[in-house]
């Protein structure tokens, strides 16, 4: 069993949808959680750090549940330029990120 | 500010041949990882340093897989003899640990192609 999950997709949307990830973890010692974005044939960068307590950055919220070792983001409205994959990450051992496979999404007009 | 570089971007090669993976680190970070992507298996740590000293390679599918780093501005990922399994991207990436930085900065990759 992979130490990160996500549900694959992809998730075709259409502009101005509200659409929502999920990720589980498996290592209950995993300090910290990120998500990733990765466009098609680039690299991933940093979209947000995921905080116990929910972060929200614009139309993007983050929302990590300890008790359930859940994590999920939630993308408002919507952008063409939302399209992309979502990366759901643990951070192990003070150093070590291990990713998920990822989620597609499809934004559409 | 220049990111982190990895050369070359596209690599084509037949099976047997030696391959060497080549990353530059952004200046000052201490921490450098090197990660292969396929679709079946996602993004995989595959070794990471730690001020030049190899720190956990667990991820290092087998002996044909070798990384250095020689000094802190120069990795290389070497694989030997390469074989058309390995055919994935590799990225290289580094961070600044300690300073609350665990961001993780990510080359633009190499795409292997073994035939």
């Known amino acids: 069993r992979k130490e990160v999950e996500q549900d694959p997709g992809p998730f075709n949307v259409p502009e101005g949808a509200t659409v929502a990830f999920n990720c589980t973890y498996s290592?209950?010692?995993?300090?910290?959680f990120f998500w990733y974005r990765q466009d098609c044939r680039k690299e991933p960068k940093l979209l947000m750090s995921?905080?116990?307590s929910g972060n929200e950055d614009g139309r993007f919220t983050a929302q990590l549940n300890r008790a359930s070792q859940y994590i999920s983001l939630l993308i408002r409205d919507s952008k063409l330029s939302d399209s992309a994959t979502y990366l759901c990450?643990?951070?192990?051992?003070?150093?070590?990120?291990?990713f998920g496979k990822g989620t597609t999404l499809s934004v559409s007009s | 500010d220049a990111g982190v570089i990895q050369s070359p971007r596209h690599e084509v090669t037949e099976m047997g041949q030696e391959v060497t993976l080549r990353c530059k680190p952004i200046s000052g970070h201490d921490y450098l990882f090197w990660y292969r992507q396929t679709m079946m298996r996602g993004l995989e740590l595959l070794i990471y340093f730690n001020n030049n000293v190899p720190i956990d390679d667990s991820g290092m599918p087998e002996d044909r897989f070798s990384a250095k780093m020689p000094n802190a501005s120069f990795s290389t990922l070497k694989i030997q003899p390469s074989e058309p399994r390995d055919s994935a991207v590799y990225f290289c990436?580094?961070?600044?640990?300690?300073?609350?930085?665990?961001?993780?900065?990510f080359g633009p990759g190499t795409r292997l192609l073994v035939l």
């Open positions: 990436a580094s961070s600044l640990v300690g300073t609350g930085g665990e961001t993780q900065y």
């Open positions: 995921v905080y116990s």
């Open positions: 290592n209950s010692a995993s300090q910290s």
């Open positions: 990450v643990a951070l192990n051992g003070g150093t070590a990120l291990i």
